[in-house]
């Protein structure tokens, strides 16, 4: 085993251990107790293509590939694990063997945005959180682990057999979409909405809670009224209001950002 390759894997180690150390140009520095592996609950998060353009502040930005019509992936997130590791990498081999299933179940909307860069995101900032659990303890298996639970939640099915339908002149109260979401997931979930130019809620995201060996459940959190959904494309929403109908846009290729003008 080369130097380099002792130095990564003393790093890895040390992450499982609790510690979070940097990896910087042959050297694992800076070492800290944030004890990362001490989580107990994640977030499977879904986002709704349809929705996903509306609160962007930057219109221009914004792109639906043709090829992407269901409900994708947000992320796989370990929840109240501050900041992860840095010195654990992921490259663009480490990913082939699924590439084809994430650029359609986790694709990145972002004209100009390779989807891998995307992908390499979620993993430094959560993915090497979860790679504390043996089962998503590398890249690979992490994604994996997403995809798997991205296909058991078939939230596209499920919306479409129980007569849930995007359109952009009917909308749904929030007890007609949980009503069809909690055979399936029981509490341990979230929605959450953007407003749109005309002040409508659409739905955009879908929050799964689960435990750490990836089953439904985990103490719900309390949310704040402003949630930052993508706070690297400046991206604000909010819990959807029960007091008001929540639309279920469509996919608008060609005007994403306006998707029912």
Known sequence: ???DKHILWACTAALVTGWVLTYDNGHC?????RHSCNWTCMHLTLQWPGSFC???????ICKIPQTVQNWTIHGLWPTR???CCDCWPIYHPHLQEIEAELT???PSFIKGKHFFYFWREEWIKHGTCAGCEENMGSPLLYFQAAVKLRKHFDIDNILESSGIKTSCDVSYKHDDISGVLTPLLGQNYDLQCVTDSKGREAWIQLKIHLFRNQTLG???QEQEQSIKLF???????HPCPKNTTIFYVPINYENPHEPCN
Do not use: D, E, F, R
Not at 54 to 60: R, S, V
């Open 1 to 3: 085993m080369s130097y």
């Open 29 to 33: 520095s800076g070492a800290v107790t």
């Open 54 to 60: 509306i609160g962007i502040n930057n219109k221009t």
């Open 81 to 83: 694990t501050g900041h």
């Open 104 to 106: 359609q179940l986790w």
């Open 218 to 220: 985990c103490p719900k």
């Open 231 to 237: 706070s690297w494309i400046n991206s604000t929403g």
